[in-house]
């Protein structure tokens, strides 16, 4: 289970796999019996995921050819999980979505330009034993770089890290791929800091960032982690962008644990060019001004320049779907902090509609964070997560907290 976090709602409240447009049996074949032996055949969570990708990718404009390929890649870093019916339990308790589906999808709205799709995917949740889990993480890391001509240099000089041969969860291994209209993904990789333990995470993460030459700019991480490490703050995730990238991005996550919307604001202050005003105005959004005790708040700091003395970008991770009654909410707080930046007409309600058929208000966790980064000059970007609810949807909250846009109106249409 996460260091972090906490399980935000009970048990689900629907059968698994059934939310997908098109999941449902074949109609008006004309023959009863392969209609019949359609139903019966559970859904599989690889075809149930490139699905979702599919249409996600159709959004997107992304060509048939290329989507094909795509869902190819995300059948293949499934493994052996891509064949597992949604009707069995998920075969490991992955941390990528709260239902332990192990891919998470996101999208990423600039302020000019269509929308980015990416996928995360956890390449070893086939294997139960984390060293296994490792094991097929890397070599299907491996795989993808050898197929698309990718250098893991960086990745290598710090695997010994991340990757231990007895190495403590909650993850060992995840990927990311960011699907361009051409051209293949962009590959990113993600580390647990606590790999050789939790309390070795802040030695384990300056090792790795000394290593990479970042030493020098991520002091200033440090400083801040110190004093407040770890009842305050934690690390969450170590990433590396592998491959082709224009620049090229090392990224290090710090959970805020009970922090307010201006301790959250404090954080990004680190960052050269990132507005403290624009985090805590998002934080207060979603949360008010009380401390985010349920899920935490996540900064990100981006090192691009290894002559740099600070972080070049940060990210601020709300976990909306612990702080709404539920996705209807969650949606409508996406929509407000997407026309705030100016990003009209965004394609997020067929998003949503692209990955279930189930009405927004019957559950939470299909939108699990709303992202803002900031990045030297660049305008701000807002990204929005994806879970695909494989497995499990969360009943709505009883106990929303205050700031859900929708939640006064949702208490009054209960009383009437
Ligand atoms: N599911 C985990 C969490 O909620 C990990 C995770 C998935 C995550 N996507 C994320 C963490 C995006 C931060 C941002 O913490």
Redesign the pocket.
Known sequence: M?A??EPCTGPGERAAGTGSPGAGPLQGTGRPEAAIAERSEPDRLGPFTAGQLGRLCDLVGIDAQRRTAHQRVLTDLLGPAADRPLTDPPASPS????DHTPV?F?LTFPADGPPLLRV?VEPGCAAPALPDNARAAWAAVGRLGAQWGYRLDELTRVNDLFLPPAPHGP?TLWSALELRPSGPPGLKVYLNPGSRGAERSMETVGEAMTRLGHGRAYESVRSYLHPRFPERAGL??FALDVGPWAEPRVKV?V?HRHATAADAADAARLVPGASPERVAELCRRIGGDEPFGR?PL?S?YSFTDTAADRPTGHSL?V?VRAYVRDDRAARDHAVELLQHHGIHNAPLDRALAALTTRRLNTGVGLI??L?LVQAGRQAPRITV?LSPEAYRVFPPRKDAGPGSPAGDRRAADHIS
């Open positions: 996460n972090y976090t941390f990528v979505s709260d998470e996101s995360l993850l969450m995730f996550y959970a899920l996540i990100c991770y976990p699990p964070y992202s997560y």
